[in-house]
């Protein structure tokens, strides 16, 4: 992964470039999913994933920058974490966020996280943004809310957030 892009300073000191994912990235996103707890992976995913198929990260690193934007977070040459969201209605896209372990509880998600609402809204065609997690993952609810995410219902065993944009 090439690390050309805009480099963060975390309140902890640490450091990380964040650009837009490409195709190029396929092969460090899957050691940076691999770098993954299974239960990281478990609440990134709402399922076990020891791994995943090559259909699965072709489809996560193909993004076009339009209906599939992804933010990559760089330490060196390693992935520090992805923020993605793919548009699935008009007017509406879902939003996903995947930390490696090391990274979590640093302040990255939330940075992620507020990079990709503002390239949400300054796309124009927006209106919501839609966060599903496992009702579980208090992390995630908490990083969503402290991002103006509001409750919206539940898909058991998910909850919905979403954003007005």
Request: aromatic share 6%.
């Amino acid at each position: 992964m090439a690390a050309t892009g805009d480099r963060i300073t975390l309140a902890d000191g640490g450091s990380v470039v964040v650009r837009d994912l490409t195709a190029a990235d396929r092969e460090g996103y899957i050691e940076a999913v691999g770098a993954m707890s299974d239960r990281s992976r478990y609440l990134r995913f709402a399922s076990p994933k020891p791994a995943l198929s090559d259909g699965e990260i072709d489809y996560l690193t193909r993004v076009d920058g339009v209906r599939h934007v992804a933010l990559v977070a760089l330490d060196g040459d390693h992935g520090a974490g992805v923020a993605r969201y793919v548009v699935f209605a008009p007017g509406r896209a879902e939003v996903a966020i995947g930390l490696v372990d090391a990274w979590q509880g640093r302040g990255l998600g939330r940075i992620l996280l507020a990079r990709l609402i503002e390239r949400a809204r300054a796309a124009g065609d927006l209106q919501t943004l839609e966060a599903m997690t496992l009702a579980g993952n208090t992390g995630a609810q908490r990083l969503l809310r402290a991002s103006g995410f509001t409750f919206d219902h539940h898909e058991s065993p998910l909850i919905v957030l979403t954003l007005a944009l």
